[in-house]
């Protein structure tokens, strides 16, 4: 079993910046993928970004060249450095764990991103 805790979120103007970080937990030798996903009020659950223990990367189309993600595969650690940030980035960001590509078999908590002025 694998656990994860988001952190890192809050309000930011447009324009700002902000890093995301998830923690895991248990059994981190068996995950494979890490990931952030994202939900707004009204809007589909969306993968913004996911990364292999190979360094396989995928991000959304919206947020590529403005979103990084990064591992610590050893420690479990996953993190998401957003820039470049647009009113429409707001939403909950899930930390996601999977334990092959393509897929994902644990969330965090979520982290509230809020990108106004």
């Known amino acids: 079993q694998v656990q994860l805790v988001e952190s890192g979120g809050g309000l930011v103007q447009p324009g700002g910046s902000l890093r995301l970080s998830c923690a895991a937990s248990?059994?981190?030798?068996?995950?494979?993928?890490m990931g952030w996903y994202r939900q707004a009020p009204g809007k589909r659950r969306e993968l913004v970004a996911g990364m292999t223990n190979s360094g396989y990367t995928n991000y959304a189309d919206s947020v590529k060249g403005r979103f990084f993600i990064s591992r610590e595969n050893a420690k479990g650690t996953v993190y998401l450095q957003m820039n470049s940030l647009r009113p429409e980035d707001t939403a909950v960001y899930y930390c996601?764990?999977?334990?092959?590509?393509?897929?994902?078999?644990?969330w965090g908590q979520g982290t509230q991103v809020t990108v106004a002025s």
């Open positions: 248990g059994s981190i030798s068996s995950i494979n993928t």
């Open positions: 996601v764990a999977g334990m092959y590509v393509g897929g994902y078999d644990y």
